[in-house]
């Protein structure tokens, strides 16, 4: 998909594909991440935090699975995988529905100092129309179940929840 600009809050981001120059930056990102979300009482990604990644944040670079948001000076403001395939991960979480043709979402970042501008959404959104271009009518993600703020983040961006697997809360949005 070609860069996409978004005017949020009369300020300009843009949308692209993460390239391997963007690694070092994505990975500050994601350790960042996972460090507010353990402040803020989540257990959520703390393979991160334990120098894992189980989502392979190297390797979706790589396969070009990764976008990122930019403020207009170029600051990282955000980043999603968007994996055409599911990993094992996914087929471990939708089982039966694992054949049905989806994108299935990881690792949403927001950097703290571009919180409460939409960011969040939007990449959400983005990932939503990366979806319906390539005619793939399920877009996918979980969370922990125990976590209050982000189902209900999801839920108000339009996933529906599909139930729970292990400690998982299961959402989707089907076009």
């Known amino acids: ?62 396969k070009q699975e990764v976008y990122l948001c930019h403020s207009e000076k170029g600051a990282l403001a955000a980043a999603l995988i968007i994996r055409e395939t599911p990993l094992e991960w996914d087929s471990n ?34 990932a939503c129309r990366f979806a319906l271009q390539k005619k793939i009518p399920y877009v996918r993600l979980d969370c922990l179940a125990e976590n209050p703020f982000l189902c209900s983040f999801y839920e108000a961006a339009g996933f529906t929840w599909m139930g729970r697997k292990k400690e998982y809360a299961l959402f989707e949005i089907n076009y």
Do not use: C, N
């Open 93 to 126: 979480l939708w089982e039966d529905k694992i054949s049905d043709p989806a994108v299935y979402l990881h690792r949403l970042m927001v950097a703290r100092s571009f919180a409460h501008h939409g960011l969040g959404e939007e990449m959400l959104r983005f």
């Open 1 to 62: 998909m070609p860069e996409e600009i978004l005017l949020l809050d009369h300020k300009k981001f843009y949308i692209r594909q993460a390239s391997p120059k963007d690694q070092h930056s994505l990975e500050e990102l994601l350790t960042a991440t996972a460090r507010f979300l353990q402040a803020a009482g989540s257990t959520q990604w703390q393979d991160v935090l334990a120098g894992q990644d189980r989502h392979g944040l190297s390797l979706s670079i790589t």
